[in-house]
């Protein structure tokens, strides 16, 4: 049995557990209690407040956890190899709910250098992200922990400048600030733990390979097409595929059926060119898994 924690309540729940359903672990959603179990893979699910979650991973309580890189780089438990005691690897990206870690000034304020901020104030949730920063850029600034609200800081006289996660700008705008550093990128990651025994890894294994999966099918479509055989040779330069694309005889004299991965940025040039080289017929359907 394999324990993973995620987010109980908030923007990273429904992701979570909408990847372990893609992945084809059945999880009884409408019972996010404390502690739940799939019940059709060896996985308990640990809902927690994503702040816990780094440590909980570092100290084993849980043995993986999904979390914003945001919260596994403020928790300061990243390591860079495997199984270091009291820490976290960072497993996999995860692809959803990217934002970044921005140091936001007044609007009307003129931004030059990270010298700047010397003799400042900021105010923070992450401070341990802020004080690495600030010790890179050589800069004296002091640094206000805040839990929530940091937007509001500076408008209130708390602080002269605000570090904190920025989305879509929206909340900096309508503060009256600006985003002028963008320090760190983050997005939902799989972390994993220092204590794992063999059943564990090979569980986390089994799940690594299905997320695998299904990252590869991002981005990609399906397509079919019925094609002049005369063309197929210029139609396989056009559709790498995989290995190479699959043609398959039709009844009519003259023509057959090709099948194909294609990525969905140069979906409609492809069209355009298969189209020129004779295809008709074409269908385009999404992929969900691709098991390389
Ligand atoms: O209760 P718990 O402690 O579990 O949750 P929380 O309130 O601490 O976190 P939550 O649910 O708000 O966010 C969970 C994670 O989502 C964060 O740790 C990030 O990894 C990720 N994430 C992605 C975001 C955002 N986008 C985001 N926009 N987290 C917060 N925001 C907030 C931000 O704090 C700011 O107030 O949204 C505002 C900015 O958004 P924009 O779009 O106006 O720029
Ligand atoms: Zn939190």
């Not at 909408?18 to 699910?45: C, H, Q, S, Y």
């Not at 780094?54 to 979390?67: C, L, M, Q």
């Not at 708390?158 to 570090?163: C, E, K, Q, T, V």
């Not at 399906?222 to 139609?235: D, F, G, K, R």
Request: net charge negative.
């Amino acid at each position: 049995m394999l324990r993973i924690a995620i987010q109980s309540k908030g923007r990273l729940s429904d992701d979570s557990l909408a990847l372990l359903r893609d992945a084809g672990i059945m999880v009884d959603e409408l019972k996010r209690k404390f502690l739940g179990k799939a019940t059709n893979f060896p996985l308990e699910l640990l809902y927690l407040r994503d702040d816990d979650i780094p440590g909980v991973v570092a100290d084993g309580s849980a043995d993986i956890g999904i979390v914003g890189f945001n919260e596994v780089a403020e928790s300061g438990l990243l390591a860079d190899a495997p199984a270091v005691p009291g820490k976290v690897t960072l497993e996999r990206k995860l692809g959803f709910g990217k934002c970044h870690i921005s140091l936001a000034i007044p609007k009307n304020q003129e931004y030059t250098d990270p010298s700047f901020f010397n003799g400042k104030s900021i105010a923070t949730s992450y401070p341990y992200v802020l004080e690495g920063w600030l010790k890179e850029n050589n800069v004296d600034a002091r640094v206000r922990k805040i839990l929530g609200s940091v937007e509001i800081a500076p408008a209130a006289s708390i602080a002269d400048a605000i570090f904190d996660i920025v989305s879509s700008g929206g909340t900096l705008v309508s503060n009256g600030l600006k985003e002028v550093v963008k320090v760190l990128d983050s997005e939902a990651v799989l972390i994993s733990g220092p204590s794992m025994d063999e059943e564990k890894r090979r569980i986390l294994s089994s799940l690594l390979f299905r997320f695998d999966s299904i990252a590869n099918s991002a981005g990609k479509k399906y397509i079919l097409m019925n094609l002049p055989t005369e063309s197929v040779e210029e139609a396989v330069k056009l559709l790498p595929a995989m290995r190479s694309p699959t043609v398959m005889p039709l009844a009519a004299e003259g023509w057959c059926s090709l099948h194909s991965v294609v990525l969905e940025k140069e979906l409609w040039d492809k069209i355009e060119k298969l189209k020129a080289i004779g295809a008709e017929g074409i269908l385009v359907l999404d992929l969900d898994k691709i098991i390389l």
